[in-house]
């Protein structure tokens, strides 16, 4: 993977009466900018206990305009986002749970939908579960049939980050890290990771990845949040329009594994280079859509995908600095999961819109390269932005 690029006071006075007056004011200076900085921090509150027993926490990022962002520090999960609709009115656009015992239930272990998880060491599929580098073969944990998915057994979305709190001009942050040591699910070099999450004031929730080894290894992040823009008005995405600026995708085979065909778009139904919706031509695409696309742009920031909602007219604008985005319809959810408030999460339920380096990258020597060796810093940033269209 390519490698780039986050008062003095003095005062005096005639007498000890001017003295004490300045100290006062100070301090009182000083306790007013305390209570500025705390307000101005994320929250937090406690978010149950894993099934190893480790308690964890969600924390909530606020904005000036009132959307909010919630984050638990168990897999670095995006449990909600509260953003506005055409008449102002703030909706929960991300499918969850209420509690870390809903991310952990035999019935979510059993399908792993990795609901907002945190995606790593390398997001999406690798072949078999093999591959080689500088002329040495690592044998990755199996979890999706033969294939590695999203990490393996145990990914990073199973795990306990160590969070960080903070704010800035651009919002509030959350800083989530985590060292994945050497061997960990058969990847090789102990990985020192960390993702920042920023809701800016202009209602965009922007994800800061950060990633160092100390032996070559292959890395792939992203975050695998489920949208409906409908806040609850419609029980799937199938009316949501996507664009996608991509005239390429991703040729699978039954396994979903890339068979190396970069194909064109062009009068097929993976063709949203102008906005078609979901449920237009689903039919067409065997299982639904779970694919990657080639972006049109493979450098700097770029645009990633437009998602509109008629129903409540909540825009979703993606950009990154990765070459894919992952389109998946959430077409393995079946009704057995129920997420917040009780809401049954059935076939269709959302959409995924993951940036990423494509599947199976490792073992695909014309894809672009998802190595990262010593002495490189791998630093990628994708922006989800939310807009409203009347």
Known sequence: MSCSGLLALAACGANNTATDKTTTDAAATATADSTQT???????????????????QLFTLTNASGAKATISNFGGTLTSLLVPDKDGKLGDVILGFDNVSGYQSPEFRK??????????????????????LDGKTYTLATNNGANTLHGGKVGFDQVVWTAEPGASAEGQSLKLTYLSKDGEEGYPGNLNVAVVYTLTNDNALKIDYTATTDKATVVNLTNHAYFNLSHGTSKDI?????????????????????????????????????????????????GGYDHNWVLNTATGQHPAATVYD?????????????????????????????????????????????????????NQPKFPSTVLKPGETLHSASTYTFGVRK
């Open 111 to 132: 399908s792993n939908p990795y609901f907002g998880a945190l995606i790593g060491r390398y997001g999406n599929r690798i072949a078999k579960g093999k591959f080689t």
């Open 238 to 286: 199938l009316a949501h329009e996507v664009t996608l600026p991509a005239d390429r995708y991703n040729v699978v085979d039954a396994g979903l594994i890339p068979t190396g065909e970069l194909r064109p778009v062009a009068g097929t139904p993976f063709d949203f280079t102008t906005p078609h919706a979901i449920g237009e031509r689903i039919a067409q695409v065997p």
């Open 38 to 56: 705390t307000a101005a921090m994320p929250t937090s509150a406690a978010f149950g206990k894993t099934t190893a027993g480790t308690e964890v």
């Open 310 to 362: 008629p129903a409540s007219g909540r825009t979703l604008t993606v950009t990154t600095d990765q070459p894919g985005i992952q389109f998946y319809t959430g077409n393995f959810l079946d009704g057995t999961l129920k997420g917040k408030g009780g809401t049954v999460y059935g076939k269709n339920a959302g959409f995924c819109l993951e940036t990423q380096h494509f599947p199976d990258s490792p």
